[in-house]
């Protein structure tokens, strides 16, 4: 079975830092970019940042919002992603998820197809003094 | 940036009746990185959809997806009482300009 388990969530300080993490299972973790994606309470999803595999030299990228702040990484003998999170500020009260992109070549329509899936069931990050 | 607008914020129907959810984009997004995900409450989104029209592996052919450019749109042809959940659409431009829509509140009527 495909699998994301997120872990590490809990209750910070405003300017604290928090780690975490997101175990995969049932499929090549190393072949795959990994994402964080967050959703504060009521609200719509945030992407928050990616890193590609080691074929694609471990990219990473960041929305505006966490850049310099936050730093995505892998341990890849370990099929686990990880979120830093650093100067945490209250808005970044949310649920976090990991998510697998999936990027399929359609060799009949010469298309890539890109989505997310799965999708792991979250870990909660409260920031409050 | 592309924004992805929802439309219509919230709808209200009842059970055996067709929905038709909307996502307008801010500029042109190419079909095959624009998906359909359900999130229902508590719970972690869902893949309903991919490159635009494709249902996602075990999602019921009652969902199907449509549309090109800046127009999309979500069809839930007749609903499930179980089909009531909120739905976002998601277009994967050059990282890290990956968005979704704002998403759109399915409610029992």
């Known amino acids: 079975e495909v699998q994301l388990v997120e872990s590490g969530g809990g209750l910070v300080q405003p300017g604290g830092s928090l780690k975490l993490s997101c175990a995969a299972s049932?499929?090549?973790?190393?072949?795959?970019?990994m994402h964080w994606v967050r959703q504060a309470s009521g609200k719509g999803l945030e992407w928050v940042g990616r890193i590609r595999s080691k074929a694609n030299s471990y990219a990473t990228a960041y929305a505006a919002s966490v850049k310099g702040r936050f730093t995505i990484s892998r341990d890849d003998s370990k099929n686990t992603a990880y979120l830093q999170m650093n100067s945490l500020k209250t808005e970044d009260t949310a649920v976090y998820y990991c998510?697998?992109?999936?990027?399929?070549?359609?060799?009949?329509?010469?298309?890539?197809?890109?989505?997310?899936?799965?999708w792991g069931q979250g870990t909660l990050v409260t920031v409050s003094s | 940036e592309i924004v992805l607008t929802q439309s219509p914020g919230t709808l209200s129907l009842s059970p055996g009746e067709r929905a038709t959810l909307s996502c307008r984009a801010s500029q042109s997004v190419s079909s095959s990185y624009l998906a359909w995900y359900q999130q229902k409450p508590g719970q972690a989104p869902r893949l309903l959809i991919y490159g635009a029209s494709s249902r996602a592996t075990g999602i019921p052919d009652r969902f199907s997806g449509s549309g090109s450019g800046t127009d999309f749109t979500l069809t839930i042809s007749r609903l499930e009482p179980e089909d009531f959940a909120v739905y976002y659409c998601q277009q994967y431009g050059s990282s890290p300009k990956i968005t979704f829509g704002q998403g759109t509140r399915l409610e029992i009527k």
């Open positions: 049932g499929f090549t973790f190393s072949g795959s970019a």
């Open positions: 998510t697998r992109l999936v990027r399929y070549y359609d060799i009949l329509t010469g298309y890539y197809y890109n989505w997310f899936d799965p």
